[in-house]
């Protein structure tokens, strides 16, 4: 079955180092997505990426990092740069064409102590 | 201003009670998705919509797309249904861009 996976589902980290957040979808979607959520606010677009070997900034991409080598997967690393890292960051894919259909991942809730 | 706008930001409701929340948009849209979120939970993906009206147990959503809004409608509603409740809009002009709305905080009592 075709789907989009966010790996891990949480994870810690100590303060100062990078991580990296995986998501991977076998759609044979163009678009991919990040986004990240903190306690009782909103989700918040930190990269997109349209095509392959090409990303945009969303409205919080300082102190990320993504890349876009391969069609199904759009890793995002936040580095030691980002000031609170701590939240839920969600993975989402979608078609570029009309059919609007997009998938969206479980997932991330990453903790850096 | 955002694309999508949600309301209410927070609702709180009786067992068993109708509760509709709302999901407004100021561009061209291809489709519209209804996401369902628990406190500290994943995100579940509930309806896909580009026209008309979706069921599926106890949930409906509906679409017009000439009045640009869309509704999420929880009959019947049950301590269960508790959770966040968010719509985002994929952006005809934007490359169908997904844009989230900020979503609405859902609370049944028992």
């Known amino acids: 079955d075709g789907g989009i996976t966010q790996s891990p589902k949480y994870l810690f980290r100590k303060e100062g180092q990078n991580v990296t957040l995986s998501c991977e979808q076998n759609l044979n979607h163009d678009a991919m997505y990040w986004y990240r959520q903190d306690p009782g606010q909103g989700l918040r677009l930190i990269y997109y990426?349209?095509?392959?070997?090409?990303?945009q900034k969303g409205d919080i991409a300082e102190g990320y990092s993504v890349s876009r080598e391969k069609k199904e997967s759009f890793p995002l690393t936040v580095t030691s740069a980002q000031k609170n890292p701590t939240a839920f960051y969600l993975c989402?894919?979608?078609?570029?064409?009309?059919?609007?259909?997009?998938?969206f991942g479980q997932g991330t809730r990453l903790t850096v102590v | 201003k955002n694309e999508v706008e949600q309301s209410p930001q927070n609702l709180t409701a009786q067992e068993g009670e109708f509760i509709t929340i709302n999901c407004s948009y100021s561009v061209g849209i291809s489709a519209l998705h209804w996401l369902q979120q628990h406190p500290g939970g994943g995100i579940v993906s509930l309806f896909m919509?580009?026209?008309g009206k979706k069921k599926h147990g106890r949930l409906i959503a509906t679409i017009n797309i000439q009045e640009k809004h869309s509704s999420l409608h929880i009959t019947a509603s049950h301590p269960r249904d508790s959770a966040v409740y968010i719509c985002?809009?994929?952006?005809?002009?934007?490359?169908?861009?997904?844009?989230f709305g900020g979503g609405t905080r859902v609370l049944v009592k028992p």
């Open positions: 985002a809009g994929m952006i005809k002009a934007a490359g169908n861009k997904l844009t």
């Open positions: 989402a894919s979608s078609i570029t064409g009309s059919r609007g259909e997009a998938f």
């Open positions: 990426s349209q095509i392959v070997n090409d990303f």
């Open positions: 919509l580009s026209s």
